[in-house]
């Protein structure tokens, strides 16, 4: 599991922790740094997964070029993560220099044992004469592997840890690196696009995350999965004054019957059931049955992120959803981070919400992004007491706390 994120010299940050728990709130007003942030999980699950620094960066917002603060030329992002095998936490980091727009090298990277308290790995430049690196690698003083690079210290465009972990072996020290990569590789982004979401899809296992393959996803689901899917939408629907979503399923079409249609069963009176396509169904249906199958099927333990996740639905099923991603998250023990910037979704929070909502917001003096704990800002009991964080968000009065609020 994630427990942290670091950014230092990052987009808009200077310096900032994000904190990961069971249900994360990551809120803020729009250009605040919430994106910024969901990037840098973007960056560091492909960098582990074996992708070059430069192809990575050029396909963010921005371009590489902007990845910088203040147009700066290095970067860098850590993590803290737990293992759900060993329990065991490890620290991550990478420092990244950008020479200029097309290319990006390793500066240095590090993984921490924190309860063994030892690097696990550690690169560290030999010589300027040469312009080598290396990686020191291994579970204990007795093990140790010296990896040279054979490359120009400026052609180390991939991370050490990517490398190791495909490499492969069946030693404990692969095993680390392996549950390392796994983590971030379970780290998925959703943010469902209605409108990419209305036409048939491939027959695939795996949510996009712009969910524009759900029919595709659903209709793999074997006859008993669905029929666990289909109870669990009604368990929750159910409770909502209209219950019109009865039932979810999609079907194979065309001669192959590689590509699937999402269909639904409304029921807006009661004992008339209509069946509908996705090309009928609105906008806030289609979003609700995307979370609902991320939830459902991404594996045990990995983690969820959800952006904007009230785009698109009224406010009437807010609590719903949230009922919904604190029940299945903890039975199904996922990590859930969404952001938000909805005062009617932030009304509906309960008050032992408030140590997990995140604010994003800027700098009065510096405009750089900060990210501060609610309950760390400036005189929040007292603004607390005084109205409801939907209208203290609306009226700017969090931010400007928290703008005042120093580290």
């Known amino acids: 599991m994630l427990k942290k994120l670091i950014l230092k010299n990052w987009k808009s940050f200077r310096y900032a922790e994000l904190p990961i728990d069971s249900l994360t709130v990551l809120i803020g007003a729009n250009a605040s740094g919430k994106s910024n942030a ?6 560091l699950k492909k960098v582990v997964s074996g992708d070059k620094f430069d192809s990575i960066l050029a396909n963010m917002r921005g371009g590489q070029e902007r990845i910088v603060l203040h147009n700066g030329s290095e970067f ?27 290319k990006s090298v390793l500066q240095s990277e590090s993984l921490f044992d924190n309860n063994r308290n030892q690097y696990l790995i550690k690169t560290k430049e030999i010589s300027k004469i040469n312009n080598r690196f290396y990686a020191k690698v291994g579970i204990d003083e007795r093990w140790e592997a010296k990896i040279a690079s054979s490359l120009p210290l400026y052609d180390i465009e ?8 495909r490499i492969g072996g069946r030693t404990e020290f692969h095993g680390i690196l392996q549950n390392i990569t796994q983590i971030l590789a379970d780290v ?12 048939y899809a491939p027959i695939t296992q795996d949510l996009l995350t712009d969910a524009s393959n759900l029919a595709g996803v659903i209709a793999q689901l074997s006859e008993q999965q ?18 019109d979503i009865q039932r979810v399923w999609a079907t194979p079409v065309g001669e192959l019957g590689t590509d699937a249609m999402l269909y639904c069963e409304e029921e807006w009176k009661p004992g008339e059931k209509i069946k509908i396509d996705a090309r009928s169904m609105s906008d806030g249906t289609l979003r609700f049955i995307a979370i609902l199958t991320a939830l459902l099927t991404r594996p045990q333990g990995s983690q969820l992120i ?5 785009d698109g639905l009224h406010p009437s099923r807010f609590d719903l959803l949230l009922k919904m991603l604190q029940e299945i998250g903890s039975q199904r023990k996922i990590d859930i981070l969404v952001t938000t910037h909805n005062p009617a979704f932030l009304d509906r929070l309960s008050p032992d919400m408030t140590p997990f909502i995140i604010v994003a917001h800027r ?39 928290a703008a005042r609020t120093q580290d």
Request: aromatic share 10%.
């Open 38 to 43: 969901i990037e840098a999980l973007k960056f």
């Open 76 to 102: 860098s992002l850590a993590m803290i993560l737990q293992s759900s095998n060993t329990q065991q936490d490890y620290t991550y980091e990478i420092d990244i220099e950008v020479i200029d727009k097309i």
């Open 158 to 165: 991939y991370s050490v840890l990517g490398t190791f972990s």
């Open 188 to 199: 998925f982004i959703l943010n469902p696009k209605p409108e990419k979401m209305r036409n």
């Open 226 to 243: 669905l029929s666990q899917f289909n109870q669990t939408i009604y368990s929750y629907v159910k409770h909502l004054p209209e219950r």
């Open 306 to 310: 959800i952006e904007d996740i009230d």
């Open 363 to 401: 700098d009065s003096e510096t405009g750089e992004s900060r990210l501060t704990p609610l309950e760390e800002i400036d005189n929040f009991p007292k603004l607390y007491a005084s109205d409801s964080i939907g209208n203290l968000v609306t009226k700017g009065a969090i931010e400007r706390s």
